[in-house]
């Protein structure tokens, strides 16, 4: 199975910003949808933010909209998840999964995607 792979976490402070990048490991793959979703201690998995890949198109969750961006970047196939004004409550491990086929939807659940990142740590001090 294609793998994906999560970079750009780490510690920050409240209020200041992290970019996290998404991108295939071994072989190429194809995939109409590109999603975030995060973790946090003693939670579970919750939806951050999708793309469509060929339309540009995007959704956010209501926690993250105004501060997140999610975007691509063709040539290098990869998706970004750029944090801005970032909060405690941010904190949790990031999942970057991409979905083969899309419609109309969103697609907010994890159990609509096909592969799945390691995660990353984020970390936000107060």
């Known amino acids: 199975q294609v793998q994906r792979v999560e970079s750009g976490g780490g510690l920050a402070q409240a209020g200041g910003s992290l970019t996290l990048s998404c991108a295939a490991s071994g072989r190429t793959f194809t995939s109409c949808v590109t999603g975030w979703f995060r973790q946090a201690p003693g939670k579970g998995r919750e939806f951050v933010a999708v793309i469509n890949w060929t339309s540009g198109g995007t959704y956010y969750a209501n926690s993250v909209k105004g501060r997140f961006t999610i975007s691509r970047d063709n040539a290098k196939n990869t998706v970004y998840l750029q944090m801005n004004s970032l909060k405690p409550e941010d904190t949790a491990v990031y999942y970057c999964?991409?979905?083969?086929?899309?419609?109309?939807?969103?697609?907010?659940?994890?159990?609509?995607?096909?592969?799945w990142g390691q995660g990353t740590q984020v970390t936000v001090s107060s």
């Open positions: 999964a991409a979905r083969r086929y899309s419609g109309s939807y969103y697609y907010p659940h994890e159990y609509e995607y096909d592969y």
